[in-house]
């Protein structure tokens, strides 16, 4: 894993080497164990390198024996063996054992179509002398980051993170309104936009290419995920199918020549992994876990109890669930607004396996991939009763009513009869889009100034959700919320989460059950066979009996979170003031001050929980004071 950064002008003129070493030396927490650079004409490339496969040779950038070619690639991966025995019956000969070297004489052989035949995460850039031309690629679930720009005077920049961009001179800092908008909306700035108006992210499975004669950019899709319901077997031999493939999608995941280990929550997902771990390991697997003192957000017991199932060797910490001593720090990792306060833990957990391993595998994207969040089993039951209403009653009438019924803030959400009625006078993806929002279309429109609706002209972040749908390719209602879910909420938000944090630390983290073979197959699967009787995950819980105990695969998801409702009526309750009604929110046109302060006292009061509008606004206060 590591981080790199790039600059092209397109004049052909060479860009200033110490430009080029301050936007690589910026990200210096991607990879520390060295760096390097390359220069060809108007194409610069940076590295830094956190070492994994061949320690000794694979330094980058690196560049074919015939000086034709050359790469700087972020990532990892894991058919590299059995592509570097292909390349080798072509008659490539190799100088390395990296993985870095296959891609590199893969893009040699196969050109821009190599990119396809890759199996792991990555984000890299490949130079063609020969061709002319700048090839860059990033993976197809968007595990691995990539920021890019048009800029000024002929330049194109491009990195792993957004700092390195912004080091460049004719960087423009102008804010694109529209990511304000989708940012409380969503809690991220969805792909492919970023918060500045003129820097984007390549997409998942999406590939740039740069044609260094004319200027020309071409950006084009190479995978997507389709669900289909094609599978035709039983739902017995699909649950036997699916454990062989999670197996081997963890297995191949565990080649690395450093310390290797897992992240263990006590989750299905996490302790699915870790059982395929210790069932393709001769040795005991690490495994590492956080705890709270607080029962709410704890699930230590439950991974102590899988670590001592697989007799794993176990490193737990307990963390004071009132730790928030990271809050003033996070946007010196994120770049950008990111408002999900499970950071603070994830930045915990990370910090604790780097102490004894450089990999840890994680259990991120069965949610997505399983129908696992609780969300899907409320979708479903508002899209059953939908179907049994015409939408000509159902907006006016459940539109009337979701309007007057008082909301029930201490019921559990399938049964707030408010958010029930609203999500019933709207169509699935509205309604979806609504269930996810942090601050509802009714709140934005109260949270921005005058001036801000009148340049959002209107523009909602649900057009996002809308075109998503448009090309989801299929007519099912729960593989269309898990399409959307693949499309924002992963990459925006889970993977970004876990990059960063990892990242922050030097620590590479795998997520086999993200590998895109064992994604397209599953979306293959009839939806019935992911959520079952109000069961999330049902094909997959059924699939590990006998592999995890009953009570921690049937028992009710718990999230990885923090107390932010209680820190912000006490720990937190004047830092919040001072933020949320600082000068550079209440300067920067963008809100309505009187409904900022209405947030704050209602939560505070105790009459409503606004803990999760109140941490995004901190969050872009940070962002603010620090990079706007």
Sequence with gaps: MCGIAGIINLAGITPPKNLLTEMTNIIEHRGPDGSGDYFSGGVAFGHRRL????????????????????????????????????LKSLGYQFRTSSDTEVILQAYHAWGPKSVERIRGMFAYAIHDKAKNEVFIARDRLGIKPLFYAQLADNNFVFGSELKSLVLHPNFNKAIRKESIEEYFALGYVPEPHTIYKNVM??????????????????????????????????????????????????????????????????????????ANMARNSEDAVNTCSIGFDVKQFDEADYARKVAEQYQTNHQEKMVDPNDYSLVDGLMDYYDEPYADSSALPTFRVCELARKRVTVALSGDGGDENLAGYRRYKLHMFEEKMRGMFPVAIRKPVFG?????YPKADWAPRVFRAKTTFQGLARTDVESYFHGVSIFKPEMRHALFSDAMKSDLQDYSALEIFKKHAEDA????????????????????????????????Y?????????????????ATLPSNFKLRGGEGKYIFKKSLEGQLPHDILYRPKMGFGVPLGSWF???????????????????????????LERLIKDHQSGRRDYSAPLWALMMFYQFLSRHA
């Design 569 to 595: 009526r006490n720990e937190l309750k004047e830092k919040i003031k001072e933020t949320v009604l600082s000068e550079e929110m209440l300067d920067s046109g963008y809100f309505d001050p009187s409904y």
């Design 506 to 522: 030097s620590l590479e983290v795998r997520v086999p059950l993200l590998d895109h073979e064992l994604v397209g197959w599953i």
């Design 201 to 274: 992210k390549l997409e998942p499975g999406h590939t740039l290419l740069i044609n260094l004669n004319s200027g020309k950019i071409e950006n084009n899709q190479y995978w997507n995920v389709h669900f289909q319901d094609s599978y035709r077997g039983s739902f017995e031999d699909a649950a036997r199918e699916l454990d062989k493939r999670v197996e081997e999608a963890v297995r191949i995941r565990m080649r690395a020549d450093v310390p290797l280990g897992a992240f263990l929550s006590g989750g299905v997902d996490s302790g699915a992994v870790v």
């Design 51 to 86: 070492s994994i496969i061949d320690l000794a040779g694979g330094h980058q950038p690196m560049i074919t024996s015939d000086d034709r070619v050359s790469i700087t690639y972020n990532g990892e991966i894991y058919n590299f063996p059995e592509l570097r025995e292909e």
């Design 473 to 504: 390719e299929t007519d099912d209602p729960l593989s269309l919320i898990q399409y959307l879910d693949i499309k924002t909420y992963l990459p925006g938000d889970i993977l970004t989460k876990v990059d960063r944090a990892s990242m922050a």
């Design 400 to 404: 009337l009513l979701g309007s007057v």
